[in-house]
Structures are given as structure tokens and as C-alpha cells.
């Protein structure tokens, strides 16, 4: 037995003997253990900030919140208003006038006013809006609900044709229909377009009348004679 007792002792086994701690070992032992706990603690804490329970469980944050309301509809993913004009500034001026908030892009095919309020049926009331405070003139609003795109043609404030979109985008600035489908965003447009004209920036329409009147000086109509003097001699 003393031979074994040496062999346990000696080897690498375990002896029982070697477990055994006295007051001042286990007391060593515990202050390190808390000490460790204490410091993987610290640095749990910092890594992971503290929320009471669960309270900010689910918070949707406003760019879900925006999303989702236009996965839902009811929201516009994104809308414009297309029109006839040559000119961005003059089609700010004129969204201006009917209390639009928009940015305005220039392009041949026609200025495109690019709306941000999309909220319920804001397009339309935009729509409505602008034709009806310029009388005789119309414009084309495009819509994209839920994945659900609509173009719809303004005029004296109301909704007189819709047109499928595929036969409608060949005849309007080409950004329109990469911004329907998502391919461009505002940042995008803004970074390729010539001119644009932030409505926010026609401090009152008082000034926005201006900017048309200068526009119409600038540009006359021509007579209907064609000689430009208006009939004159």
C-alpha cells in the first residue's frame, strides 16, 4: 500500500490529500475568483450598454416605420408631377404658388417636380393643387404604391386619363422611371440633373410670381403672325 501510495503521489493522479484547503487558501482563492468576476463584468457592461427589461424592444425605428407604410400603401413609395415646362425654375416657381413642396428637375422631355410629401393621398392633392391654380394647365402625376405604379393625367384639378405606365415613360425624363423602380434615388437624380430648383427655396409667393413674370418678360409668346412683335407695325 505505501508502494501505491507513493506511485499516486508521485504520478500524475489525482490524490485527494492535494484538494484539501486550509482558511487562508480557500479565503486567496475566493478573492481572486470575485476579483475576476468582478473585472468580466466591467467589460460585459461596457460591450453590451444597459436597458431597463425590454423597454426598448419593439421600437420601430422611422426608416422601418417609412417602409413599411409603403409596403402597406399607405404611403407613396415616391411620386412626381411631369410637365411641359422647359424650365425647373419656372415649375418651382409655380409649385410654389400651389403650396407644393417639391424639387424640381430640368430635362427636354419637360421639368419634373419631385414630391415629398407622400402621406395618404398627398400626390393627388399636389396634383390637384397645381392644375388648379394655373388655369389651362395640366400635368402628369406618376405614383408608385406598394410596388404598384400609376399615372394619372391632371387637368382644372382633376384626374381626366390614366395611362399604363410602360407607354407613358418613353415620353418622360428618363430618370422618372429609374426612380418608380428604384434603380436612382433624389441624391442620384440631383448629381446627373443640368438645373434643380428646391420649392423650399421661393422664400413667399409673392417672390414666386416674380420669378414667373421675369421668365415670361425673358421668354414672350410668339404672335400669331409669327413675326415675334405681336402684330405691332
Known amino acids: 500500500m505505501a508502494a501505491d501510495d507513493g506511485k499516486a503521489k508521485d504520478g500524475d493522479g489525482f490524490d485527494p490529500d492535494d484538494a484539501h484547503f486550509d482558511d487562508a487558501d480557500l479565503e486567496a482563492a475566493l478573492e481572486g475568483f470575485e ?65 407644393v413642396d417639391a424639387l424640381c428637375v430640368d430635362d427636354s422631355y419637360g421639368a419634373v417636380a419631385i414630391l415629398r410629401d407622400l402621406e395618404g393621398n398627398a400626390p393627388e392633392t399636389a396634383a390637384h ?33 390614366q395611362i399604363p ?8 425624363a428618363p430618370f ?9 434615388d433624389v441624391a442620384g437624380i440631383e448629381a446627373q440633373a443640368g438645373e434643380t430648383v428646391d420649392t423650399a427655396s421661393i422664400a413667399t409667393k409673392r417672390d414666386a410670381e416674380r420669378r414667373i413674370r421675369s421668365f415670361m418678360r425673358a421668354h414672350p409668346m410668339p404672335s400669331d403672325d409669327g413675326d415675334g ?5
Open 35 to 99: 476579483k475576476e468576476f468582478a473585472d468580466a463584468e466591467t467589460h460585459a457592461g461596457a460591450a453590451q450598454p444597459h436597458t431597463d427589461g425590454d423597454a426598448g424592444d419593439g421600437i420601430l425605428g422611422a426608416d422601418f416605420e417609412d417602409e413599411l407604410q409603403g409596403i402597406l400603401g399607405n404611403k407613396a413609395k415616391c411620386a412626381v408631377l411631369c410637365s411641359h415646362l422647359a424650365s425647373a425654375e419656372l415649375f418651382a416657381a409655380i409649385c410654389r404658388l400651389a403650396d
Open 165 to 172: 405606365p410602360p407607354f407613358v415613360f418613353p415620353t418622360l
Open 129 to 161: 393643387d397645381l392644375t388648379t391654380v394655373i388655369s389651362g394647365m395640366d400635368a402628369l402625376l406618376v405614383v408608385n404604391r406598394a410596388d404598384k405604379i400609376e399615372a394619372s393625367v391632371y387637368a382644372d384639378g382633376e384626374a381626366v386619363e
Open 176 to 184: 422618372v422611371e429609374d426612380y418608380m423602380i428604384g434603380l436612382v
Open 229 to 233: 412683335d405681336g402684330g405691332r407695325r
